[in-house]
């Protein structure tokens, strides 16, 4: 085995968090190295715009084979939407949101439902105010402040303008008014004027599962690891898959991680820090991995937290098809939002759920893409319209009409964390690098399913009340969130070891230098896109790392 | 495409082949378009699929073949209207391939001239159009 010279820090995983944190820690004076199993992304092969490679294989995700016990059956297949490669995540849509005050003390606001785990996080919106805004000028976030009324507090404008609107989006926003409620263009981490060497949108309309030619929508190669890069101390590996935390057998101290590189030769890599940022549920795949005598259950799992309390966001579609043509297929997916369900304005209104969320519109039933991705999707993610055949002559006339004149609203609901829903390693499938393959329990809490049900009803009511002649809507058969690429709460920050793995920094309990990133440290999920909470807490980490690390 | 790892097209007989056409014009029939996509493309689009992507699907398309020759039309409407019916997953391949054929990009060797883009009112791969290479809609 190769034993590399040692670092101050290594990064494990090259996305949102990991990105973010090699290039701060770089400009922090401290040698970094960055290890990532995808690949170093090559713009003549990976940022073309051809659907049946990037929408259909999905060639720039990760295709393991994961098991997902659902209501307590067992489904293998690729489930979760995830992002690979130097410098993600490339294949994301772009929703860029704060959360809301109330997201961070979930407890205190509703109580904890019975069955749930439900808790308030460590901190609270206003520690993490600061970090957001960083957060937003680093990504280059566009929108327009103070457009809504559940808007969370800000000090300023956003750094950037919003995207460009398609026609969809002007027909939902009177629709969703004569409804009651409050619609608003979404922010967006794509950049609606360019910025930074960053192009603007030019409304390709390949947003998600594509990685953007013009460097409009963020990922870390654009808008972190440039200037990581730049200090001469920050160094990345491609095609690197860690195996594994190696702990000192003396004293159980983390001092290395062990991986597979490109060749397949196994390698050690020393440092005085290790960042776990391989996304929520593989961190808690690699501690599980990490067993040694001094932590025969994985590091960090002393007490068995490591895994549980995981959501991943319910999710449905309405859709609807109309007279006009509406080329929804050109634009980028933040057009508009309601967020009138959001948080327990349902259940102070009355409902049987005490956490709602959000209804996404004007982006196309298969939320990106051009018409094959559009057909492709009838009758799978798409519904199918009452009297749409499933085959023959009728169904391809009816996607010949439907594709330039439809429309679609997304349901994005806060599922509750409960401690039985978690992350395991398969006792028998593997993964293709013969590691134990991702085992993911999970069951809808009771109050999921009224909110799932109650959000899908208003999205139906919203493409009809926008002049839809055909309508069609139906809830996600496995949680709609795995597609959408969120998962959280694997590694749940907390103050007290026996029911958190990690620190508000994701200093993992225990340890002294090895820390965790990402979603996995929310300890509720709430109804919004993850992303920039994800940036703003690695932002929010890097003083704790490098202390950890020996830097200043 | 992943390397070539076998030849469907030497483990298929003449029938199994008919078969596989005659399932491709029920499950999507494609309009007569001038120049445009073809069945013939897509038969031969699917077969090199069945090498590389989609090779898991052979067996279960190779019994498929097998047993519905000459009764494809009752055997695609019991698949179509029984979601828990147990060749689903083949019916869906058979339906994804086939828009394939008429919509994915002519590089595949389907969709001759872009035509299936056209006919859905798509003026093709945009960021291509941004780059000068073709009309905008
Ligand atoms: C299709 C799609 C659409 C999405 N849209 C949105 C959106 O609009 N808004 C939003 O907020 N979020 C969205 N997300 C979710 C968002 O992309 C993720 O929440 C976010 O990227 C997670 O950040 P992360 O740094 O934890 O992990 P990632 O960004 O996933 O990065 C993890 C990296 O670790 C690498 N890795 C994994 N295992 C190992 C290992 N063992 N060794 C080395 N490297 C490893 C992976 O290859 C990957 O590059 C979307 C995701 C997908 C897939």
């Known amino acids: 085995m190769i034993v590399d010279d040692p670092v101050d820090v290594v990064v494990v995983g090259l996305g949102a968090a990991g990105g973010t944190l090699a290039a701060a820690l770089a400009a922090r004076g401290l040698q970094v190295l960055g290890l990532e199993a995808g690949p170093q992304l090559d713009p003549t092969t990976d940022y073309r715009d051809d659907e049946l490679e990037f929408a259909v294989d999905r060639r720039l995700c990760w295709q393991e084979p994961e098991v997902l016990e659902y209501e307590g059956s067992e489904l293998v297949a690729p489930w979760l939407a995830r992002n690979r490669g130097v410098g993600g995540p490339h294949v994301w849509s772009g929703f860029a949101y704060r959360f809301h005050p109330s997201d961070f003390r979930v407890a205190t606001e509703v109580g904890v439902p019975a069955d749930s785990s439900v808790a308030d996080w460590p901190i609270d919106y206003d520690v993490l105010e600061p970090w957001y805004e960083a957060a937003e000028e680093l990504v280059g976030v566009g929108g327009t402040a103070g457009n809504h009324p559940y808007e969370a507090p800000r000090r300023g404008p956003y750094p950037g303008p919003p995207v460009p609107r398609v026609p969809g989006a002007l027909r939902l926003e009177p629709a969703a008014r004569a409804l009651g409620w409050h619609p608003y263009q979404p922010p967006a981490a794509v950049l609606g004027a360019a910025r930074d060497g960053r192009r603007a949108c030019s409304k390709c309309g390949l947003c998600t599962n594509y990685a953007c030619h013009r460097g409009a929508k963020a990922s870390s190669d654009v808008f972190a690891l440039p200037a990581g890069y730049a200090t001469g101390r920050l160094r990345t590996r491609a095609r690197v898959l860690v195996t594994e935390v190696v702990c000192d057998p003396a004293d159980g101290r983390p001092v290395a991680v062990r991986y597979l590189g490109p060749d397949g030769v196994a390698g050690e890599q020393p440092a005085r820090a290790i960042v776990l940022a391989n996304n929520a549920t593989y961190v808690a795949k690699l501690l599980l991995q990490s067993r040694s005598a001094r932590h025969p259950r994985g590091i960090g799992n002393a007490s068995d937290q490591v895994g549980r309390h995981l959501t991943f966001h319910t999710g449905g579609v309405a859709w609807g098809v109309y007279d006009e043509q509406l080329f929804i297929d050109s634009g980028p997916a933040q057009q508009v939002a309601v967020d009138d369900l959001n948080e327990d304005r349902p259940w102070r209104a009355g409902a049987g759920f005490r956490r709602g969320g959000v209804l996404h519109g004007g982006m196309p039933v298969s939320f990106a893409g051009g018409p094959l991705t559009f057909a492709r999707s009838l009758g799978g993610v798409a519904p199918l319209p009452e009297g749409v055949p499933e085959y023959g002559p009728g169904l391809m006339d009816f996607a010949t009409y439907a594709y330039t004149r439809h429309q679609a609203v997304y349901v994005l609901g806060e599922d509750l964390p409960q401690a039985q829903n978690r992350v395991v390693l398969d006792p028998v499938r593997t993964d293709s690098a013969g590691l134990p393959a991702l085992r993911m329990v999970y069951r809808r809490h009771p109050e999921d399913v009224l909110q799932v049900d109650h959000l899908l009803d208003a999205a139906t009511r919203l493409v009809e009340q926008s002049g839809a002649h055909t309508v069609a809507s139906a809830a996600a058969p496995v949680p709609g969130g795995m597609f959408a690429g969120h998962a959280h709460g694997t590694t749940r920050m907390g103050r007290d070891a026996a029911t958190s793995v990690a620190d508000d920094t994701g200093l993992v309990h225990g340890t002294e230098n090895l820390f965790v990133a990402g979603a996995g440290l929310f300890v509720t999920g709430a109804g919004l896109n993850p992303m920039l909470t994800i940036t703003a807490l690695a932002l929010r980490a890097v003083d704790r790392i490098a202390a950890a690390a020996g830097g200043d | ?137």
């Open chain 2, 1 to 137: 495409m992943s390397e070539r790892v076998w030849s469907v097209p030497e483990l298929l007989d003449a029938r199994h082949l008919q078969t596989l056409r005659r399932l491709l014009e029920r499950v999507l029939p494609y309009p007569a378009i001038p120049d445009g996509p073809t069945v013939s493309d897509t038969v031969a689009y699917v077969l090199r699929r069945l090498e590389h992507e989609d090779r898991a699907l052979f067996g279960p398309l190779e019994q498929l073949l097998e047993r519905t020759a000459g009764s494809e039309d009752d055997w695609l409407q019991a698949a179509a209207s029984t979601p828990q019916y147990p060749d689903r997953g083949v019916f869906e391949a058979l339906r994804g391939w086939a828009w394939d054929g008429f919509l994915a990009d002519p590089r595949w060797g389907v969709n001759r001239g872009g035509r299936g883009w056209t006919h859905l009112g798509w003026g093709g791969p945009p960021r291509r159009r941004e780059a000068g290479a073709g009309e905008g809609r």
